[in-house]
C-alpha cells in the first residue's frame, strides 16, 4: 500500500437500509475470533440495514476455523467457495467444497472450515438468524454450483438462473445464480420485500439500485434492501453473474 499516488476517490455507495455497493478496494480487515490465518472482510450486516452477515474470506495456508462458525440453535450458515480448496465439516461429516462448491449448515449445526491447498482460499461466508415454521426442519445440504444445470429466467433464452438450496417450507431462504448473457437484463425493475446479499462472480454491468443506474463488475458485492428497485443490464463480453441470498417460504411478520 503506501502512500496514495492520486486524489482519494471510491466507487462504493452505502445507503444505510436501502442499498449499499461494495468495492472490493475499499475493504478493510476484521479479526472475527475462531478464523486463524485468514483475512475477514465482513460485507453486508445489520448495522448497514441487512437481517443478515455476509462476509469474503481470504484462507492463506493453514488457514482454518477450529472452533466452528455459527451453531446457534436459531442461526444458520453458508459457504460458496470462490477460488482454491477447502474442507468443510459438519455434523461429523467433511466435504472436500473446490470452486463453485457449497454448504448450507441448519441452526444448530456448527460449520468448520480449513483450507485444503498450499494456496490461498476464498469464500463467501453467511449467516442470518433462522425463522422456524411448525413440523418443518431444515438439514444439511452440499453441492458444486458448477454441477446444477441453468434454466431459463422468466422465459429468457439470454438470463440463467439456478437454485442451491432445496426449495421446501423447510428453508427459509435460498441461495440462487443469476447470469445476464452481454446485453440481456431483468424483465422489469424488482421491487420486493425481500433482501439480497449478491457476490459478482464474473462481468459488468449497468446496476439500477433504487433508480440509480451505477457501473459494477466482478468482485463487487451488493445489499439490497427491502423493496428496493433493483435491476441490471449486462454489458462487456463476459456474462454477468452473481451468487445471492433471498429469503423466502415465510409471511412477513408483524
Ligand atoms: O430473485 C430475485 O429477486 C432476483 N431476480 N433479484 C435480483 O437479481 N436483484
Ligand atoms: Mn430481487
Redesign the pocket.
Known amino acids: 500500500m503506501g502512500y496514495p499516488k492520486d486524489l482519494l476517490s471510491s466507487r462504493s455507495i452505502i445507503k444505510h437500509g436501502l442499498y449499499a455497493l461494495i468495492a472490493p478496494e475499499g475493504l478493510v480487515n476484521n479479526v472475527i475470533p475462531g478464523f486463524e490465518n485468514c483475512t475477514i472482510s465482513v460485507l453486508g450486516s445489520p448495522k448497514l440495514g441487512a437481517s443478515f452477515v455476509d462476509y469474503v474470506v481470504t484462507m492463506h495456508k493453514g488457514g482454518k476455523n477450529s472452533e466452528g462458525f455459527c451453531g446457534q440453535e436459531n442461526v444458520e450458515s453458508f459457504v460458496y467457495v470462490l477460488g482454491g480448496k477447502v474442507k468443510a465439516t459438519a455434523a461429523g461429516k467433511e466435504y472436500i467444497l473446490e470452486e463453485s462448491g457449497y454448504l448450507y449448515c441448519p441452526p444448530g449445526t456448527k460449520m468448520y472450515l480449513e483450507n485444503f491447498v498450499e494456496e490461498d482460499s476464498r469464500l463467501f461466508l453467511y449467516k442470518q438468524k433462522y425463522r422456524p415454521l411448525e413440523g418443518r426442519k431444515p438439514w444439511a445440504i452440499s453441492g458444486h454450483a458448477n454441477n446444477i444445470e441453468f434454466r431459463d429466467y422468466d422465459d429468457m433464452h439470454n438470463v440463467h438462473i439456478k437454485d442451491l438450496l432445496p426449495t421446501d417450507l423447510d428453508f427459509d431462504m435460498n441461495f440462487h445464480i443469476l447470469s445476464f448473457d452481454p446485453a440481456a437484463s431483468h424483465p422489469f425493475i424488482?421491487t420486493?420485500v425481500?433482501e439480497?446479499g449478491a457476490y459478482l462472480l464474473s462481468g459488468e454491468g449497468m446496476y439500477n439500485l433504487d433508480n440509480e443506474w451505477i457501473p459494477v463488475k466482478k468482485g463487487d458485492y451488493i445489499f439490497?434492501g427491502p423493496y428496493v428497485h433493483?435491476a441490471a443490464y449486462a454489458v462487456g463480453r463476459e456474462p454477468l453473474a452473481y451468487v445471492y441470498s433471498?429469503d423466502c417460504n415465510r409471511d412477513p411478520e408483524l
Open positions: 424488482e420486493h425481500q439480497h439490497m433493483q433471498k
